[in-house]
C-alpha cells in the first residue's frame, strides 16, 4: 500500500477519496499510456458484467506466478471456476443469513467495543470499528480458534506503509523478512489451528466449506487474508467515514438517529456512494469489449474511476456530488452505484459490511454525550484510489 498522501479538510461535506474532479462527461477515454478509462456508469457496469474482462491489478501478476497446481483466492479466478466458487459460498451471504446469525453476532461485539468507549471516556473510532470488523469477519470466515491477539496480528499484516519487497538492497530484505514474519504468525496462530478444529469437527463457515473442497492449508491462509482484506480492512475505513459525515452534519446526523432501518441504511448508502472505500477497479480484456460508444480491443488494462462513476449524473441525477439519501435513480443502479463493484466480482460481503456500520453507529450515537473530539488524518492509497482515516476520537459522557 504505497503511495499514500497526507491531506488537511476544512469543510464537513469532503468527499474522501476525490482529489480528482467528480465525473466530466466522458464517459469512456484511451489514454496516452493505453490504458483505457471508464468514468460512466452505464459504461462500467457493461465493462464489469463482460465475460470476456478478468480481474487484473490487486497483485495478481504475483498470484498468476504460483504453480498450477495451487488453488487461487477467489478474488484471482475468473470464468467458469469463479462463478462456481461463487456460488457454492453465495449462502454465506444471503440477506436471510446476515439477519439471522450475523446480526446478533454484530450487535453483541458493537456493545463490546462500546463498552469500552464508556469506561474509557474517549476511544480511537478506528481501533473499535477495526475490532469489531475482525470479528464478525472472524466468524463468518471460521478464523475463531486461534490465539488471542488477531486483531494484532492483521494490524501488523496490513500495515499503515508497507515498502516493496527485494533482495537486493537492505530495505528490500527487511520488507521480505516482515511480510514473511506477518504471514507465518496468522498462518501459525489463528489459520492452522481454525483448519485443525474443523478438520474435527465441521462449522457452518467458510473454513470448513474449504476444507470439504479439499484445500490445503496455505491455499485456505489465502483466502482467509483476501477476505480480511476485503471484509475487515474496507468495514473499518467505511465506519469512520460515516461517522465523519454524521459528526460534522447535525442535521444528518438527526435524521439518522430518528429514522427506522431502512432510512437509516439509505444514508449509508448515499455516503458510500459519495465515499468508494476502493475507488479504482482494473480490468483486462481477453476479447473485443462493447461498450456503449466504444470498443475496447482485446489485451486492454480497463481503469474503472468509481468515485466519477457513482456522480454520473445519468445514473444518479440532479445535485450528483450532494449528499441526498433516497435519491432517484437510473434502472439498474441501486443506493451505492457501483461502490461494491458489480459483475462476477461484486463484493458478496455488502449486506454485512452495512449491517455491521448501522448496528455500530446507531449504538455509538445513542450514547450519553457523544462528540468527536479530533478529526481523522486522512491518507490515500494510489493503487486502489482508497483511503485510510486514522485518529478520529470520539468522547462520551463519564
Known sequence: MSGRQDEEHGSADRRLTRRDAPYDGCPVAHGPDGVWHVRGFAEARAALRSGDTVQAGL??????????????????????????????TARYFTPRRVNGQYRDVAVRIAEAQLAKLRAAGSADLSELAFHLAVEVASVVIGLTDGRPGIHRRLQSFFPAHIGTPGLTSPRGLYWAARHGVNWLRVYLFDVLPSVRARR???????????????????????????????????????INAAAWHLFTDDALRARYRAADEPERLAVLHEILRLEPVVNLLRRRTTAPVELPGATVPAGAVVDIHLGQINTDPRAVGADPTGLCP?????????GPVLSFGDGAHKCPGAPIAILEADVFLTRLLALPGVRMTAEPRVSYIDTIGGYELRGLTVSVTP
Request: hydrophobic content about 35%.
Open 326 to 334: 433516497g435519491r432517484p435513480l437510473a434502472h439498474g443502479a441501486d
Open 59 to 88: 497483485g495478481i501478476e504475483t498470484v498468476q506466478l504460483l504453480p498450477k497446481r495451487v488453488r487461487r483466492p477467489v478474488l484471482y479466478r475468473d470464468g467458469a471456476e469463479h462463478r462456481e466458487q461463487r456460488r457454492q
Open 200 to 238: 474435527r469437527k465441521g462449522e457452518d463457515d467458510l473454513i470448513t466449506h474449504l476444507v470439504g473442497e479439499g484445500c490445503t492449508t496455505a491455499e485456505i491462509l489465502g483466502e482467509c487474508l483476501t477476505f480480511a482484506a476485503a471484509g475487515m480492512i474496507t468495514t473499518r475505513e467505511f
